[in-house]
């Protein structure tokens, strides 16, 4: 097996780090876009496009509201008929579930975890809406800034205020980045593969950027991320986005080991332990070599640049080579012109002589 300082020199390793680090931008670019679609379906008091009575939302706002606590006593499941049942007298928090339920893409039993919106006592309403779309294990989520990028894409699918602005299939690739980017056993990604990633990345992000319902410092800030996600297309990478990388793996194996402790999927858990395992350990030689590893990226710059001065002397050298062969082309013509001349000179003399 490659050790660390090994694949460090490998340009499918960087690509990693730039497609990590990559999807994890475009995830923090999406904070205050989300947080701002649920702020207008809550807060939106007109129109056609008004979600809440005032009677309702006065009810729901206070994290005092029955749909606020102990979720999971108020609500169940008719497997029958598919279909969840308001079992509390509340007839406004009932009218707010059914709201909700009505912008999910997928209301099913397997598509809600109410162990999300058990007890949101403690977040803004537009936040206790939000962890109604998430993944297992959001119970604790308080904001944009504690969503990572799976539950991130996950709320985005499952909920028709981005289904509309957003298309799937960014969605749907960028999933699949992101368990292939945390899941790798090796963190090499070829040339094709990241150029592909990126495409998805700035896909989702152009997207929300043109989502009329939000204002314009919005779209402007989202505008600005594309342009930071493309500048690290191009980057050089130092040692610091390495270590941050790695970083950003090892919180991600951690988040999906959680989930598969409780699913009880005894063979993902160990792979999952393997991959932390390997990420522990470059990280730990990171932090053991770091000097050393400073060198490696010394060395690997001026190989780089060798390797461009070298293509630019060649290219130099095609060049002078060009003009040659051009000034050889004229030289013979004006050869060949003086021979000419020469000789009618010379038949002049003989016929005058």
Same mark, same amino acid.
């Given at each position: 097996?490659?050790?660390?300082?090994?694949?460090?020199?490998?340009? !499918?390793?960087r690509?990693?780090?730039?497609?990590t680090l990559?999807l994890?931008?475009?995830?923090?670019?999406?904070f !205050?876009? *989300?947080?701002?679609?649920f =702020?207008?379906?809550t807060?939106? %008091?007109?129109?056609?496009?008004?979600?809440?009575?005032?009677? =309702?939302y006065?009810h729901?706002?206070p994290?005092?509201?029955?749909?606020?606590?102990?979720?999971?006593?108020k609500?169940?499941? &008719?497997?029958?008929?598919?279909?969840?049942?308001?079992k509390?007298a509340?007839?406004?928090?009932? !009218?707010?579930?059914?709201?909700i339920?009505?912008?999910?893409?997928?209301?099913s039993?397997?598509?809600i975890h109410l +162990?999300?919106?058990?007890?949101?006592?403690?977040?803004?309403?537009?936040?206790a809406?939000?962890?109604?779309?998430?993944?297992? %294990?959001?119970?604790?989520?308080?904001?944009? &800034?504690?969503t990572?990028?799976?539950?991130?894409?996950?709320?985005?699918?499952?909920?028709?205020l981005?289904?509309?602005p957003?298309?799937?299939?960014?969605l749907?690739?960028?999933r699949?980045?992101?368990?292939?980017?945390?899941?790798?056993?090796d963190?090499?990604?070829?040339?094709?593969?990241?150029?592909?990633?990126?495409?998805?990345?700035?896909?989702?992000?152009?997207?929300?950027?043109h989502d009329?319902?939000? &204002?314009?410092?919005?779209?402007? *800030?989202?505008?600005?991320?594309?342009?930071?996600? +493309?500048?690290?297309?191009?980057?050089?990478i130092?040692?610091?986005?390495f270590?941050?990388?790695?970083?950003?793996?090892?919180?991600?194996?951690?988040?999906?080991? !959680?989930?598969?402790?409780?699913?009880n999927?005894?063979?993902?858990?160990? =792979?999952?332990?393997?991959l932390?395992?390997?990420?522990?350990?470059?990280?730990?030689?990171?932090n053991d070599?770091?000097?050393?590893l400073?060198? *490696?990226?010394?060395?690997?710059?001026?190989?780089?640049?060798?390797?461009?001065?070298?293509?630019?002397l060649e290219?130099k050298?095609?060049?002078?080579?060009?003009i040659?062969r051009?000034?050889?082309?004229k030289d013979?013509?004006?050869?060949?012109?003086?021979?000419?001349?020469?000789?009618?000179?010379?038949?002049l003399c003989?016929?005058?002589?």
């Amino acid at each position: 097996m490659n050790t660390l300082k090994e694949k460090l020199k490998k340009n !499918e390793y960087r690509n990693w780090v730039k497609g990590t680090l990559g999807l994890e931008r475009t995830n923090r670019a999406l904070f !205050e876009y *989300v947080k701002a679609k649920f =702020v207008l379906f809550t807060h939106r %008091r007109a129109g056609p496009r008004a979600h809440f009575t005032e009677d =309702v939302y006065n009810h729901i706002h206070p994290g005092s509201s029955c749909i606020r606590r102990d979720l999971k006593q108020k609500l169940s499941y &008719d497997k029958k008929d598919k279909r969840w049942i308001w079992k509390n007298a509340c007839t406004k928090c009932e !009218e707010a579930f059914k709201t909700i339920l009505s912008i999910h893409t997928n209301s099913s039993k397997t598509m809600i975890h109410l +162990e999300n919106c058990q007890n949101t006592t403690n977040v803004t309403l537009e936040w206790a809406i939000a962890r109604f779309f998430m993944p297992k %294990r959001n119970d604790k989520n308080m904001g944009p &800034d504690d969503t990572d990028p799976a539950a991130m894409i996950n709320l985005l699918m499952n909920c028709r205020l981005f289904t509309n602005p957003i298309r799937q299939r960014y969605l749907n690739q960028l999933r699949k980045a992101r368990n292939k980017l945390f899941h790798s056993s090796d963190n090499l990604v070829n040339d094709n593969v990241l150029k592909n990633y990126f495409y998805n990345m700035k896909g989702l992000l152009t997207d929300a950027s043109h989502d009329t319902e939000v &204002d314009n410092s919005i779209r402007e *800030v989202i505008t600005k991320d594309i342009e930071t996600i +493309e500048q690290l297309e191009e980057a050089e990478i130092s040692m610091t986005l390495f270590d941050d990388a790695l970083k950003v793996k090892r919180k991600a194996i951690y988040e999906d080991y !959680e989930t598969c402790l409780q699913d009880n999927d005894i063979e993902q858990l160990k =792979v999952l332990l393997k991959l932390a395992e390997n990420v522990a350990a470059d990280l730990q030689f990171m932090n053991d070599h770091s000097e050393e590893l400073k060198n *490696v990226k010394i060395y690997m710059t001026k190989i780089e640049q060798l390797q461009t001065k070298k293509e630019e002397l060649e290219i130099k050298l095609q060049n002078t080579t060009e003009i040659a062969r051009r000034l050889d082309a004229k030289d013979m013509i004006i050869i060949v012109i003086v021979t000419i001349g020469l000789a009618l000179l010379l038949k002049l003399c003989l016929y005058f002589g």
